[in-house]
């Protein structure tokens, strides 16, 4: 180190394009736990962590409007292993307001100098209290904390170690990759590389989607509501239906964009048979399941794509199906859209969903969905973008369709998109990192400390595809039994780039073996199906 950390913030002076005010400069030694603002910990930020090297912790204040401003910290790699010559950015998720801690440790453990923001306020990811007349805390959520707090950190990074950085990275999934997402489209010069999962961009139409799940299964005890057994019925046919398309009898739908899951097939209640009834449904609970896999659409306008089948069973369980609204939806649709502390949302409909979007600018365009990426592109920078198929909270179409919009605004076939933008989707993988029954996939390949413990490592990845023009075309994805590191490795799979899909080589071959599957081009990658693009055909 040829620096002294606690006299860092003393020797800063002033930075370029920002209002900053140092706050605290403090050495770290490995194996201890960093302490956390009371404005983190006390909405739950903070969290048991230890750092895994020595490194010094530098925490600021930027301001970002004239009533803004966002919280950041930068971690400066200070032990014998030292700085790797990198930054790399996190994320937040949902709508908190929470550095992120735990990847800020995974990260620092990798060599790199990291760099995490709260978004311009503190709060835990499924509370909205601080929307409510707070625009512009919303715009520094959207983006502004984002690009503010890297090109701060950079900064900080420069200034301490008196030398210019090689490059820089960011990673983020959820809210966090629609984050990286806004990044790519207005600042591409902000990173050179960007890790983008389970994108929970196009925000406005992905809380209407949200909220229309209330509207759809009733309360509990209702005529349209199912139980969670109930779910997991319809899961045993959803499998019965869909893993013959893959052979591989595995509990894992490889690509369930292309099975036509028939409800009928699950056996329907007689009249005396209790709405709860774990064995079978009644007719009411049937149109409830085909309107929970069903698109949400508008005037012929997609507004957002549907449930994937083999989602459903973590939707209840994450409160999606459980009979009561989302939290984000709520409070998005309340406090951001009406700008009230509770509004009904038994009666978000339609004209709500055209409000929420009206106010896109306003809000700074949370949406993230620009499909021009041709400053990017021109700029040499690259999207490594991942989603699993089996998410409960977003949509897996949602990747996909943002790639097909990419190509047909850019004019661009696959092996031109591959130079710069590569999108890969994870079979039976849920929420980021999340297992449960929709996360029985090889799910682990070091997107987030939790899935660090994976054969492959996705950061690694994207730096030998920005520092060495090696460009991933699989993904390889490890399944520990129960998801328990110790207790062994179950199975991998190569996870294909979209367009091309994970196929199952057959012949008996071991499908536990990431070489008894094979990418196999999708011809009709850019047809519409009528679940990510609008009635007349467009995207």
């Not at 004209?351 to 896109?360: C, G, T």
Request: hydrophobic share 35%; net charge negative.
């Amino acid at each position: 180190m040829s620096f002294s950390c606690s006299s860092l913030c003393s020797s800063f002076g002033s930075f370029n394009n920002w209002d900053v005010t140092p706050l605290t400069c403090t050495q770290v030694s490995a194996n201890t736990t960093p302490n956390t603002p009371s404005g983190q910990s006390s909405v739950g930020c903070a969290v048991n962590f230890t750092a895994p090297v020595d490194f010094c912790q530098v925490t600021l204040n930027v301001k970002t409007s004239g009533t803004a401003e966002t919280y950041m910290e930068v971690w400066l790699p200070t032990g014998d292993a030292g700085w790797n010559g990198r930054t790399m950015s996190t994320d937040n998720g949902g709508l908190n307001g929470c550095v992120h801690y735990v990847d800020m440790t995974y990260l620092l453990g990798m060599g790199f100098a990291t760099i995490g923001d709260n978004a311009g306020h503190n709060g835990s990811a499924f509370d909205g209290s601080w929307l409510l007349n707070n625009n512009e805390a919303i715009v520094d959520w959207a983006y502004r904390a984002r690009h503010a707090s890297v090109d701060v950190g950079k900064q900080v990074v420069k200034k301490a170690y008196n030398k210019n950085i090689d490059y820089s990275y960011y990673i983020g999934c959820s809210t966090g990759g629609a984050q990286g997402m806004q990044s790519a489209q207005r600042y591409p010069d902000d990173f050179d590389g960007i890790i983008s999962g389970a994108t929970a961009a196009d925000v406005n139409n992905l809380q209407s989607w949200n909220s229309r799940f209330y509207q759809i299964t009733g309360l509990p005890g209702s005529d349209s509501f199912l139980t969670l057994d109930q779910w997991i019925l319809v899961q045993k046919y959803i499998l019965e239906q869909c893993e013959p398309l893959d052979g591989v009898y595995d509990g894992i739908i490889e690509d369930p964009t292309i099975c036509n899951f028939d409800v009928s097939k699950v056996p329907v209640c007689d009249a005396s048979a209790p709405i709860d009834s774990s064995s079978c449904l009644h007719s009411t609970q049937v149109e409830t399941v085909k309107r929970v896999f069903s698109a949400l659409n508008q005037d012929g306008k997609l507004l957002y794509p549907p449930l994937l089948y083999g989602a459903q069973v973590d939707a209840f369980r994450l409160g999606q199906l459980s009979g009561s609204i989302q939290g984000i939806a709520r409070d998005w649709f309340s406090r951001a859209v009406h700008n009230v502390s509770d509004y009904p949302y038994s009666q978000i409909g339609p004209s709500d969903y055209a409000l929420a979007n009206s106010l896109d600018d306003l809000h700074g365009k949370p949406s993230a969905f620009d499909p021009d990426l041709s400053e990017f592109k021109k700029a040499g920078k690259k999207l490594l973008m991942y989603h699993g198929l089996a998410d409960p909270l977003v949509s897996g179409y949602t990747s996909q369709r943002y790639y097909q919009k990419v190509a047909k605004t850019m004019s661009l076939e696959p092996k031109e998109i591959d130079d710069f933008f590569r999108l890969f989707r994870i079979s039976g993988m849920a929420h980021c990192s999340v297992g449960g029954v929709s996360g029985a996939g090889a799910w682990m390949f070091g997107q987030n400390k939790f899935a660090s413990p994976g054969s492959n490592n996705i950061v690694k990845n994207l730096m030998d595809w920005v520092e060495k023009g090696s460009a991933p075309d699989r993904l390889l994805g490890t399944k520990f039994r129960y998801d328990v590191v110790s207790l062994g490795i179950e199975f991998e799979r190569a996870h294909c780039r979209y367009p091309y899909r994970t196929t199952y080589i057959g012949g008996g071959a071991d499908a536990t073996k990431p070489d008894s599957w094979k990418c196999v081009f999708i011809d009709d990658w850019q047809k519409c199906e009528g679940v990510t693009c609008n009635s007349d055909g467009s995207f």
